[in-house]
């Protein structure tokens, strides 16, 4: 038997290492588990997803990769995480059982209007993405092979993914009712066939290459003060859940303390919607006002 010896590798994606064996793992093949419901000719993989850190796992030739959430630091785990590895390996078992048959669960797609007319929800019977993704291009669509395919219909505006659902936003030259079983049928074959949604490693490129263009800062990477903390809480608990079934998403974007402005960022259903800008934003602000008294002035929704 082969004794493997596991060598930690860096990658360009700081959620992401790579444990590389000294022997082969799969013969010319990739698998990739974005859950442990995923894991059934895997008692590798599931093993890794008991690990409350794992978000997603890569088996590929010689090499186990790894995509963890932003809630431990890779220097703090990783040596763990490789002995684990190395120890299932010398076991003899193997990185992925190929006689398993995984059974395929039928794929169903349904359509819901939204409060916004230009703007449809396309829910599925499965989780689909692990964290919200907007495409307002077919450009940056391009780390999304099925966002790239909807942006082929003309009509398509934008696209929106987040959980389990799709939001597709339409040009008035088209009408829903003459193209929502096209692209409902659209949606639920490309995921039957278990095409990739969204390409992880083209998504960490994208994003690479915005930061290094970009000289300004996300807002998410500076630190909030405690009037900002406490906006994306109530933002977080109380405003998504609901902005969510409408098949959209709000967004913090910055609070000024002498004018005592809110800016949030309307994306999905909720963006361009003719009732949001107005209804959604006195909602949010007199929310906020009651929960935190004297510190805020106004909402100011803008469109993502």
Known sequence: MN????????????????????HFLTQHQNFQFDSIDDTKNSALAKQLFFLPFVKKVYISGNFVAIEKYNIVEWEDIQDEVATQ?????????????????????PVTVYAESTPNPGVMKFIANKRLVDTIYEFKTIDEAAASPLASKLFH??????????KNYISVSKYDVADWNE???ELREKIRSFIADGNTIIDVNAIAKQKEEKTHNDSTQKVADVPLDEVSTKIVEILEEYIKPAVESDGGNIMFKSYNENTQEVHVILQG???????STITLKNGIETMLKDMIPNKIGSVIAVNG
Request: charged residues 20%; hydrophobic residues 40%.
């Open 3 to 22: 004794t493997h010896t596991i060598t930690i590798v860096k990658t360009n994606t700081p959620n992401i290492v790579k444990f590389e064996s000294n």
């Open 85 to 105: 590895i190395a120890d299932y390996l010398n076991s003899g078992k193997p990185a992925v059982d190929n006689d398993v048959v995984t059974k395929k669960v």
């Open 153 to 162: 219909f003309p009509f398509v505006k934008e696209v929106f993914m987040d």
């Open 179 to 181: 193209i929502v079983m």
């Open 269 to 275: 259903a909720c963006s361009g919607c003719p009732s």
